[in-house]
């Protein structure tokens, strides 16, 4: 079966990427770290207990220091399906114990909080957007990004995912999800986390895009293997991924990430300068 989807009205140029998991056992491999091995927690500042935020903050890090720019063109766009459940879970136990409230777990159980620290850290006061995504976070933050580098005033989007193991309330979430979706039921470890960051701009820009992603005119959806679990970002990963290879070894690669979910086209090399070019005479 063919299906035709787009997401992407234009390319977009693939500035950096960046990828980050704790606690999920990965561990470094006969020839040395992989790409997705766990990683020491960062320590952050003002924001305890959980891995949400240092590792949405890390993967942000990363992208922005490899490719610094201009805050004031710059937006950030996070997505997650249920936000920093580790924080909400335990300002919930503390409150029914009877303790005192801890106004600092109210604070980075909103998952801007964080978005607000690497804002300032990194002098961005472009807007900043979180989102929650059931199906496919990969195709609503490439699209979020498309929208948004419409503004003239903006050269360059960071869009992240993040992604928590859990507690019983949140299986109990994600059962009744799945139940609805017919998608499989997640199997982090409670303490673990996942987060992935993309840095996008406009082909066409000032600053050179040796990679890029457009939308994919159609994709045969029977061979693209079983759904993903409600709010998946392995997407995030899997442009990653194929990102690191395209600066190695150029070529191209489509993108699918699960059935009946949007295709993309990355490019390298001479093709991704001919789509740069196109675009700015457009």
């Known amino acids: 079966m063919t299906t035709e989807k787009?997401?992407?009205?234009?390319?977009?140029g693939i500035l950096a990427t960046a990828t980050a998991t704790h606690g999920t056992g990965r561990s470094e491999g006969a020839t040395g770290k992989t790409a997705n091995a766990d990683i020491p927690l960062p320590r952050l500042p003002g924001f305890v207990e959980s891995v949400f935020s240092p590792l949405a903050y890390e993967v942000s890090r990363q992208c922005l220091t490899e490719r610094p720019g201009d805050g004031s063109r710059t937006a950030v766009v996070l997505a997650t399906l249920m936000?920093?459940?580790t924080t909400a879970d335990l300002a919930s136990r503390r409150m029914v114990s009877g303790r005192v409230h801890n106004p600092l777990l109210f604070m980075q159980a909103t998952?801007?909080?964080?978005?607000g620290y690497t804002s300032q850290e990194f002098g961005i006061t472009g807007q900043t957007f979180s989102l929650s995504a059931l199906d496919d976070p990969l195709a609503e933050l490439l699209a979020m990004a498309d929208l948004l580098l419409e503004d003239p005033e903006l050269d360059r989007v960071l869009v992240l995912g993040v992604e928590l193991g859990g507690s019983e309330r949140l299986a109990a979430a994600y059962r009744e999800l799945a139940a609805d979706s017919g998608r499989p039921v997640p199997d982090l470890p409670a303490?673990?986390?996942?987060?992935?960051?993309?840095?996008?701009g406009r082909p066409g820009g000032e600053a050179p895009v040796p990679v890029s992603v457009r939308s994919a005119e159609a994709y045969d959806a029977d061979d693209t293997g079983a759904a993903g679990h409600p709010g998946s970002i392995q997407g995030l990963f899997d442009l990653a991924a194929a990102h690191r290879r395209l600066l190695r070894d150029g070529g191209s690669h489509l993108l699918v990430t699960e059935p009946r979910s949007p295709a993309f086209m990355l490019t390298a090399g001479a093709e991704a300068r001919n789509e740069t070019e196109n675009h700015a005479h457009q």
């Open 83 to 85: 936000g920093d459940t």
């Open 191 to 200: 303490t673990a986390g996942l987060a992935a960051a993309v840095l996008l």
């Open 6 to 12: 787009t997401v992407l009205r234009s390319p977009l």
């Open 111 to 115: 998952a801007n909080a964080v978005l």
